[in-house]
Structure formats: structure tokens, C-alpha cells
């Protein structure tokens, strides 16, 4: 007969098995905990990824199922003395403790680089399993694996992956449902991505791709093949009944939403767009666990292991040393990468913080709504933009300029605001969003920079703008003229960024995102500490000077920023 878990005292005395359970719950907890918190910053700002918040709850309650059935652990004596499996064991928990460390230094300067969240949820995958195979050997290690994987579905897909699949779920889906709606009478065009209708165009975005619940879906399948514990064949047909459920019926919502548009009017795809998103998640949630208890019942047995499950994981091979060994390298790599990113920030001294006071009286003016896919992007934690007519001309603010430039009557002004707090971003990720990137993107041409220049707002703040001018010609109309100025605050900058710095840092290239920039990120000890972006464009039919544009930014400027503490 077994002892009883209070009484055990043969192999480890109370004390050394109290001490084992507690550095045992503390090293996973810590381990789990890091690699969730930095995941949850893509489930928070990417819609496709939301439903990563629920994954640590499924994979947890999973490994609570499996507990219930457990096999016997290995018999210490028959596996723990060959020394190669051991060796083997320890040799990989090595590898995988000591990447935690740059793992964790590049994560801090670059949070949204994908291969970096796959490189850390594979070590804490590796060292979990290590720790169950240390426990309960082989039995263990197949019997649990599955549980503590499950994580992986919330990791967010490389971009080399998921563009193309993107791109071509988009263009099928624009296909299939610009054929489909042709069929029901109702005349469609298909642009690229675009179906274009007697109403006008309906895009089909990142969303009505189908990737958001095709990623569902597998998540679904996985979960409901587990919970009834299916074959492998079984679960690779419940996983395709999943993924096929999803894209059809996400093509019956891009078909219902073009039907919309062009029966009423495009606000109307707007209002629709959402709910049929959610009513395809739940679609595809009730049917896969249809399909699921189709294709059989749970096979689990009733029997439960008669040793101490609890005792087996703190009698595994890994001893008190071991474990309080890897606890404190857990927590050296914490401490030790927040400290060599504060050591950087020691001549860091707190701009001035502003915001904007909308001037919601100009002419036209109303907000713009800013696209999701833009979001999950830019990932910014607040964002504004509007548009409003400028009719009046500019002040003269400096004595020395004499304005005699040739105006047109009315200007399109174009402001975007967005605010990134400190923490999950990468600095570099504001750059994503500048005038010489976002507009050639759209048809414009760039046929100027004329560099940085200081705008002041009141008493000595200054902001500083880069000003880029572009051209654009269409074939029915005549040519327009866009003055774009760029200004990226930085919350926390070198002392002396309030002239020389902070400018330096407005006239670099947009950020290509190599390899190159991201190590440099990681060896100037560059995390981001909060940011703010605003841009402002004037578009115009008629030509704009250069003298004329940068003296509308300064009235603009002194009259909608405002300083704050």
C-alpha cells in the first residue's frame, strides 16, 4: 500500500518535499506568467488574436482533464540511472534556460517581433515537458504534452505565413462572393479586393478574409478533439471539418455583406460587418462541437494512478538545488535585462506632455474613423483623426517672412493623432506611420523634404515637424499638391533633445525593420517609454508653396496644441 501524502517520509522528508513543491510551483508559475504577458499584447490590439486570452485557461483546464487519468509514472530505478537520457535532459534544459536570457533582452526592445514570441513559447514548453519527463518519465511526458502545447495556437502566426494566406483567403473570398452575388441578379465588379456595386465599394479586409476565424477554428478543433480525446485521424478530420466550416461561412458573410451594400447603402456594411463576425464564431463554435460528438465519445478511462500524483512530480530526479537554481536564473534574467535597459536611460530626463484641442468649428469638420487593420498595425493605444476645411490665409508669425505667395481658396487639412503608452511596442514601431511611407502607398509622389523644423507652441515648447510635399495627378482632373509635417515626441529623451536631439531623431529614415535595427535597438538599450505622433497634411487642387505651408502648421500649431502636466 502507498502512503499517504502526509505522511510520505521514505524518499523525502516533509521539509525537503515542502521546499520541492514550492520552487516547483514558483518556476513554472514565473515561467507561464512572462510568456502570457507578453503574448497578451497582441490578443489585446489584434483582433485575430483575441482569442488568445482564452488559450492558458483552456490549455490549464486540459491539463487538469488529463490529470484525472494519468498513467503511472515510470519506476525511478528502471529509467533515471541511464545516464545518455539524462544527460541528454539536462543538456537541452541548459539550452533552453539560457536563451530566456536574449530572449528576454530583444523581447523588451522589440515586443511585436513574431520569431521571438515562437523562440520563447518553445522554451517554456521545452522546460515544462522537461519537468513532467523528470516526474513521471515517458508515460508521462506522451500523456501530457498535448495540454501543455496547446499554447501554441495563440502564438501569433509569422508574417511570411500569414500575409500570403491573407492575401489569398482576400481575393478568394472578393472572387467567390463578387460571382456569387452576380447569380442573385444584382451586378458586381470585382477590383483586386475590392466588389464594386451600384453603391459603391466594399472591401474585403484582413476580417472578411476568413484568417480571424480560420485561426479560430483550428483553435475550436484542437480543443474539442482533446476534450474528446479523438484518434489522430479523427482529430485531423475534426480540425478540417473545423477550418472548412469557418471559410464557408465567412464567404456567406462576405455574399450577405455585398448584398447589403447594394440593396441599401455602404453605411449600412458598417453596422452588419461586426455582428456576422461574431455570429461566425459561434457558428463555427456550436457545429465543431456537433462534428466532435459525431465522430465519437470520449474514450477516457475512469481509473486513476494509486501512486501520490502530487508526490511523483516533487520526487522527479529534479532536486532542491536544481530547482532553486533555475528559479534564481529565472529571476537574474529579469532583473538583469530590466537593469541594462535603465542603465541606458540614466541621461533620460521627461518631455512636456501635450495633447490636442480639436477645432471642431473650421469648416467640414468631422472625425475619421480609423480602420482596424490600421490598429492592429500600428498597435497605438489611442488614436484620433479628422478632417476640416482651411479657408482663411495664414498669419505672419515671423517678422522677417514677407508672404506674397499666391493662395487657393480652400485647403483639405488632414490631422492624425496617436499615442502609444510605455511598454509593449517596440520604439521603432511609431515609424511605421510617416508621411514618405503611408502616402507613395497611395498613389502620391514625393518631390520634397525639406527637413526639420521648430514650431513653437507657447513660452519655449517647441515641436518639431519634418516637412515632406507631394504631387498627385489624375487622368479626369488636374493635379493636387499634399504638405505632409511628421512629428514623433518622445515622452522620456536625451537631456539635450529639446533642440538638437529631439530633431536628429525627427530627420532619420523610416524604419526597415532588419535584423541590423532591431540588434541596434537591443545594444543602445532603446525600450519604449511612451510615444505620441501627429501629422497633419494639407491637400489642395492648386499649388501650395513651401513659405505658404509651413505658415498655416505654425497657426495650426499654436492654435490646437496645448501643453499639459
Known amino acids: ?77 528502471k529509467w533515471s540511472l541511464i545516464s545518455g537520457q539524462r544527460l541528454v535532459a539536462l543538456a537541452i534544459g541548459l539550452i533552453a534556460l539560457l536563451l530566456l536570457l536574449p530572449v528576454r533582452l530583444f ?35 506522451r500523456h501530457f504534452a498535448f495540454p501543455i502545447a496547446f499554447i501554441f495556437v495563440a502564438v501569433p502566426w509569422v508574417s511570411p505565413v500569414e500575409g500570403p494566406i491573407i492575401q489569398g483567403l482576400m481575393r478568394a473570398v472578393a472572387r467567390v462572393a463578387a460571382e456569387t452575388v452576380m447569380l442573385l441578379g444584382i451586378p458586381a465588379h470585382l477590383e483586386g479586393n475590392l466588389v464594386r456595386v451600384s453603391n459603391g465599394l466594399v472591401g474585403v479586409n484582413e476580417a472578411c478574409s476568413g484568417i480571424r476565424s480560420l485561426q479560430t477554428s483550428l483553435m475550436i478543433g484542437l480543443l474539442f478533439g482533446e476534450l474528446k480525446r479523438l484518434s489522430i485521424l479523427r482529430r485531423a478530420a475534426l480540425i478540417a471539418g473545423a477550418v472548412g466550416i469557418a471559410l464557408f461561412a465567412n464567404f456567406l458573410r462576405a455574399v450577405f455583406l455585398v448584398r447589403v451594400a447594394a440593396t441599401k447603402n455602404i453605411s449600412e456594411v458598417t453596422r452588419w460587418h461586426d455582428i456576422a463576425g461574431y455570429t461566425i464564431v459561434a457558428l463555427v463554435f456550436v457545429d465543431t462541437l456537433g462534428l466532435a460528438y459525431l465522430l465519437g465519445r470520449s474514450k477516457v478511462g475512469s481509473q486513476k494512478s494509486e501512486t501520490s500524483g502530487l508526490s511523483s512530480v516533487v520526487r522527479g530526479q529534479l532536486g532542491t538545488p536544481c530547482l532553486a537554481a533555475a528559479l534564481c536564473w529565472l529571476v537574474i534574467v529579469e532583473i538583469g535585462t530590466a537593469a541594462w535597459y535603465r542603465v541606458h536611460e540614466g541621461n533620460l530626463v521627461s518631455g512636456t506632455r501635450w495633447s490636442v484641442q480639436w477645432p471642431e468649428q473650421a469648416p467640414n469638420f468631422h472625425k ?28 505672419v508669425f515671423e517678422e522677417s517672412v514677407k508672404f506674397n505667395s499666391s493662395r487657393p481658396n480652400n485647403i483639405s487639412c488632414f490631422l492624425y493623432l496617436f499615442r502609444w503608452k510605455p511598454g509593449r511596442n517596440s520604439a521603432l514601431l511609431a515609424n511605421l506611420h510617416r508621411p514618405d511611407v503611408c502616402l507613395p502607398a ?84 532603446r525600450r519604449h517609454l511612451g510615444q505620441q505622433l501627429i501629422e497633419v497634411v494639407f491637400i489642395s487642387d492648386e499649388p501650395v508653396s513651401t513659405t505658404d505651408a509651413e505658415l498655416r502648421l505654425g497657426d495650426l500649431v499654436r492654435d490646437i496644441v496645448v501643453s499639459r502636466k
Open 1 to 77: 500500500m502507498p502512503k499517504a501524502f502526509g505522511t510520505e517520509t521514505s524518499s523525502v522528508s516533509r521539509s525537503d518535499f515542502s521546499a520541492r513543491f514550492m520552487l516547483s510551483f514558483l518556476f513554472l508559475a514565473g515561467l507561464w506568467f512572462v510568456l502570457c504577458r507578453q503574448l497578451s499584447g497582441e490578443w489585446s490590439v489584434n483582433g485575430q488574436y483575441n482569442f488568445g486570452w482564452f488559450v492558458p485557461f483552456f490549455a490549464l483546464y486540459l491539463f487538469w482533464f488529463r490529470w484525472q487519468d494519468r498513467p503511472e509514472p515510470a519506476v525511478r530505478g
Open 107 to 141: 523581447e523588451i526592445a522589440n515586443p511585436e517581433w513574431r520569431p521571438l514570441a515562437w523562440i520563447h513559447t518553445a522554451v517554456v514548453v521545452t522546460l515544462t515537458l522537461l519537468f513532467i519527463w523528470c516526474a513521471g518519465g515517458r508515460p508521462w511526458l
Open 368 to 395: 475619421l474613423k480609423i480602420d482596424e487593420a490600421i490598429r492592429s498595425v500600428l498597435r497605438f493605444d489611442e488614436g484620433e483623426a479628422a478632417v476640416w476645411t482651411v479657408t482663411r490665409p495664414p498669419k
Open 442 to 525: 497611395i498613389g502620391w509622389s514625393e518631390v520634397a523634404d525639406t527637413g526639420v523644423r521648430n514650431y513653437p507652441v507657447i513660452g519655449s515648447f517647441e515641436l518639431p515637424f519634418r516637412h515632406f510635399e507631394f504631387h498627385r495627378a489624375f487622368e479626369n482632373s488636374g493635379p493636387q499638391t499634399a504638405h505632409a509635417f511628421y512629428c514623433l515626441w518622445e515622452d522620456r529623451a536625451p537631456e539635450l533633445s529639446a533642440a538638437g536631439a529631439k530633431s536628429l531623431l525627427m530627420s532619420g529614415s523610416p524604419s526597415s525593420w532588419t535584423r541590423a535595427e532591431r540588434l541596434r535597438a537591443v545594444l543602445d538599450g
